[in-house]
């Protein structure tokens, strides 16, 4: 049997723009680090809902699940912007930060997520731009503590690095 | 994060923001100014949000050609889209093993298309199409008959680059991938479509029965 796939209608889309679209923008320009391209995995977000988002309707955190969707666009846009050679550098962000994640960290993992494997990816989102602790990403990706707490250690030396690096770390 | 102190973390700040409960972080930002401070930024920029136009692709989404939101520049990022768009082309095929272009019955013209994106409102411009700065394009082949075709990108100031080398066509209208956005250069491109002896260089690409082009210029030079 295949899972049948439910999609959002353009209102209910429409309702998810105007009370979560600031949050996803900020978001996707975040990861992304650049305003325009943020802008695009936006568009694409809204694009992925409409067609495969009905989930959204019984998901038990409306907006883990918009950031799941979103977060996947801006992923899909790493993967192929890192492998273009006339990349500019990416803009700096200047977003305002929550008090509990560390803007300078946040950074600097930023800086190297395209250089990530796809499950570490989201594990640095989760854990250096939703500030989630290592048991609340472990639950969300599905893996082990341990092993969380191993791949949060060696991206946070990664990041340290960078920082103490003049020069942007590219991976 | 796990070394957050006693702040909530950032998503459950921004998920009580967006109106989830959560009793525990609601009255953590009763007594925090921190917190506090990072809500009222949150429901500033939603309140900049609410209030600006609802985009074009929310609309009339049926309307709207997805957009792959790959960023390029037309002029300086030329060379890398010949690489991007041998990847990318949708429902072309590599022409290696199809027919040579001068065994191909040319039945009718080939159609070139550019579906021009200004913030999620789109327009189809066939000829000339204008942009500025943040304008993203696709294009659109219509093919009558297969055929093997190149697309070939021609600045007035720089090297012609080849996007798409002898793909075959089937007979039907195709979506490019790549996607060209401008930027603040003065952009002045031409795009040829047509059998690779005839557009690729060293050739100089003339319209004709087999050849078409679309011009892209920037609106203020």
Same mark, same amino acid.
């Given at each position: ?66 950031? #799941? !969707? ?10 192929? @912007?890192?492998? %273009? &050679? $006339? /990349? ?62 191993? #791949? !949060? ?10 920082? @103490?690096?003049? %020069? &942007? $770390? /590219?991976? | ?221």
């Amino acid at each position: 049997m295949r899972a049948r796939v439910s999609s959002l209608t353009p209102d209910e889309c429409k309702a998810i723009w105007h009370g979560h679209g600031h949050l996803l923008r900020r978001r996707c320009r975040m990861i992304l680090r650049d305003d325009a391209l943020g802008d695009d995995a936006l568009q694409e977000t809204f694009v992925k809902l409409l067609r495969y988002g009905g989930e959204y309707r019984n998901a038990a955190s409306p907006l883990r699940f918009l950031y #799941r !969707v979103a977060d996947r666009c801006c992923f899909e846009l790493l993967e192929r @912007r890192s492998s %273009r &050679r $006339e /990349d500019a550098p990416p803009d700096d962000w200047h977003g305002f930060a929550a008090p509990g994640v560390d803007p300078a960290l946040r950074g600097a993992v930023l800086g190297f997520l395209h250089a990530l494997s796809p499950e570490e990816r989201q594990l640095a989102v989760l854990v250096f731009v939703d500030g989630l602790s290592q048991g609340e990403a472990a639950e969300e990706i599905g893996v082990s503590r341990v092993t969380v707490n191993k #791949r !949060v250690q060696a991206l946070r030396e990664r990041a340290e690095r960078a920082l @103490r690096t003049p %020069r &942007r $770390e /590219d991976g | 994060m796990s070394d957050a102190g006693s702040h909530p973390s950032a998503f459950r700040l921004e998920a009580l923001h967006a109106g989830e409960a959560d009793a525990e972080a609601a009255a953590h930002v009763e007594r925090c100014a921190a917190c506090r401070a990072y809500l009222d930024g949150l429901d500033a920029e939603r309140a900049a949000h609410q209030a600006a136009p609802m985009p074009a692709f929310l609309e009339a989404p049926a309307n709207v050609v997805p957009f792959p939101a790959r960023r390029s520049r037309l002029v300086y990022i030329l060379p890398a889209l010949a690489a991007a768009a041998a990847l990318a082309l949708v429902l072309l095929r590599p022409g290696a093993d199809g027919p040579p272009p001068d065994e191909i019955r040319m039945k009718g013209a080939v159609g070139v298309v550019a579906i021009r994106d200004r913030d999620g409102a789109q327009v189809r411009e066939r000829g000339r199409v204008l942009v500025r700065p943040g304008d993203r394009l696709r294009f659109e082949v219509t093919v009558p008959a297969a055929k093997s075709l190149s697309v070939v990108a021609r600045p007035d100031d720089g090297p012609a680059e080849v996007l798409v080398s002898g793909a075959r066509l089937e007979a039907g209208v195709h979506l490019l991938e790549p996607t060209l956005r401008a930027d603040e250069e003065a952009t002045r491109v031409t795009i040829w479509v047509g059998p690779p002896a005839l557009v690729e260089p060293p050739a100089v690409p003339r319209d004709g029965p087999s050849v078409t082009s679309l011009r892209i210029e920037s609106e203020s030079p």
